[in-house]
């Protein structure tokens, strides 16, 4: 360990599989927007994005102006919509680094408009309308206000119309159908009022899987591609491969009596004479400290349980029952070793939470390896 070896390991060909079998899901006319925000959900934006742009992907969403550049940055060539919206600080941005906003208000709309005009433009825009999530977007009362307030901006073009479901992951749901019924009248009646839009979205990863009907023209898929499920029944639907492992090495050992307090608070004693491991990895790293007393890591193909409080750097673990543990083994946090795996719905589900956020919360001093 002449380095610190805690790092995440992200699999290119298990995200070359997972986009490819997303695609096979959905007719040939219909666009893939690959959502590479949050660092692509923790798995590196700017090599996730040249790995499907290798693939055929194109369109690539991202939630501010920021994740777009360090794209630009990069060489990504293709449309690159700001799924968040924008500030009218970030319109210049928006226009320097060619990106796509979404919009949902008439002033942003406006603003936009006069920057193109002034500067001899024509931006492409995306309309978000909300169908249900109450998050952004047009609710149906502002529909036609809207419309007819930006139809005489002619320095912007409608592009693409756009919903998002707020619970297509849950199988028992009829409220996906809903919105997506009424998202299918919004644009009736945004071509009724002379708009001619290229691209309708609303299909997330669950949606994209789980929901023909909701394909249209254009689809997002975000954690599915990382391999991950945003329900357990979609595991029937589709084969998906993890893309990233978290792992480190035991960087100390200790043999222990009985009775000996580990980590903060005193809250964890054993129970018998233990052999204690001390991992380089911690909250600090994106291990939920919620883990405590719940979490598991691998060391040797075996599992063996967090010990104690999670510190920021690191986390200790009871080895006791894994044979021949010595510093410097390898210790698989999230991921497969030795036949045994943690998957990140695993971890979300101890920690009270979702695979989502575990991705998100690996920390920016974990490197990224990428094999």
Known sequence: MERRPTAAVIDTGALRHNYAQLKSRVPENVRIMAVVKA????????EVARVLESMGCVWFGVAIPEEGERLRAAGIKGPVVVLGGVYPGQIKDVFDLDLTPVVFDSSTARLINDYAKKHGLTKNVHVKVDTGMGRLGLLDYQIEPFFRAI?????????????????????????????????VQVVDAVRGLGFDPEFIGMANSAAAVDCAEAHLGLI?????????????????KIGLKPVMQLKTRILHTKH????????????????????????????????????SGSGEVLVRGARAPMAGVVCMDLTMCDVTDVPDVTAGDEVVVMGEQGGERITAEEIARKAGTIS????????????????
């Open 256 to 291: 222990v009596p009985a009775g000996f307090f580990v980590s903060y608070g005193r809250r964890f004693a054993t129970t018998r004479e233990s052999i204690i491991a001390t991992l380089p990895i911690g909250y600090g790293d994106g291990v939920p400290r919620r883990l």
């Open 39 to 46: 660092n692509a959900y923790g798995h590196g934006d700017v």
């Open 356 to 371: 989502y956020e575990i991705f998100c919360n690996i920390s920016a001093r974990v490197p990224r390896v990428y094999v």
């Open 151 to 183: 139809k005489d901006l002619s320095a912007i073009r409608v592009e693409a119309l756009l919903s998002h479901f707020s619970e297509a992951e849950d199988a028992d749901s009829d409220f996906t159908g809903t919105q997506l019924k009424a998202f």
């Open 220 to 236: 997002r898929p975000g954690i599915m591609l990382y391999g991950a499920y945003p329900s357990g029944h979609l595991m029937e």
